[in-house]
């Protein structure tokens, strides 16, 4: 499967090496320490600096860029929405201790910027130590990120809407099929057929896509947001998919 970042055939997206990576998380790091900083001010809630930091990284980057720095230093799964990728990347920065602050310096300017070439004695470099130091897992545990992000909502929770929508569990495909890639119609990202939900008109999309959809309906009724048939049926092809998806259905 080709890399949904950069679209190298040559490796997938875990393991990508495209030069924007650096600068990506570069930017990403500035914001975090931008936000670390304000919150040393006496009465100042943590809670406050992470939703701040996830709602801004939703904001400023898309889903590829948000993706290929969460994936590449967390377990996190590439198919989880824009909000889970941004409090990785939140886990990754809160508990990293190497990493220190720097600047990005692009290694050419621009031509409409070289007034601001500097020479190369003060340029700053920076470096990250990427070598694990396995000695200080101990009893490890993974963290389950997604409760992690759901109990730091709290209030801010947005209550699911609820449709007349029967949920399926289908699966006639093998384990292979069930692994190849389909393009999300309404995001375009690659997700797994494993993971994709198709509506009774035949349409497929990730979950993301289908969320937000249903979310911001005004109606009683969620029309497919190609064709615009009415939502009558989820057809999911796991039981976990299953469980997520009947969330907006009347059982």
């Not at 998380?25 to 100042?44: C, H, K, Q, V, W």
């Not at 889970?84 to 201790?97: D, E, K, Q, R, T």
């Not at 920076?126 to 990120?145: A, I, K, Q």
């Not at 979950?207 to 249903?214: G, K, P, Q, S």
Request: charge should be negative; aromatic fraction near 10%; charged fraction near 20%.
């Amino acid at each position: 499967m080709p890399c949904s970042f950069c679209g190298n055939p040559q490796h997938n997206i875990r393991s990508c090496d495209s030069t924007r990576i650096v600068e990506l998380e570069a930017r990403m790091f500035t914001i975090y320490t931008d936000l670390r900083y304000s919150l040393l001010n006496p009465g100042s809630n943590p809670l406050d600096g992470q939703r701040v930091f996830i709602n801004t990284l939703c904001i400023r980057f898309n889903a590829h860029e948000l993706k290929v720095i969460a994936v590449r230093y967390t377990d996190i799964k590439t198919s989880v929405r824009k909000h889970i990728l941004a409090f990785a990347v939140w886990v990754y920065f809160n508990g990293n201790n190497d990493i220190v602050p720097r600047l990005y310096f692009p290694d050419v300017n621009p031509d409409y910027a070289g007034d601001l070439d500097l020479p190369e004695a003060i340029i700053l470099p920076w470096e990250m130590n990427r070598t694990p130091d396995y000695s200080l897992l101990g009893d490890y545990t993974p963290v389950n990120l997604d409760a992690q992000f759901e109990a730091t909502e709290g209030e801010a929770t947005i209550k699911l809407k609820k449709y007349n929508i029967s949920p399926v569990l289908l699966c006639n495909e093998s384990d292979e099929e069930l692994e190849s890639t389909v393009e999300c119609s309404i995001c375009y990202n690659n997700m797994k057929l494993n993971d994709s939900v198709m509506l009774n008109c035949g349409h497929e999309f990730c979950y993301a896509c289908i969320h937000n959809t249903l979310q911001i309906q005004k109606k009683t009724t969620a029309p497919c947001a190609l064709c615009r048939e009415g939502m009558t049926t989820f057809i999911v092809k796991n039981e976990e998919l299953l469980e997520t998806v009947s969330r907006h259905c009347r059982l």
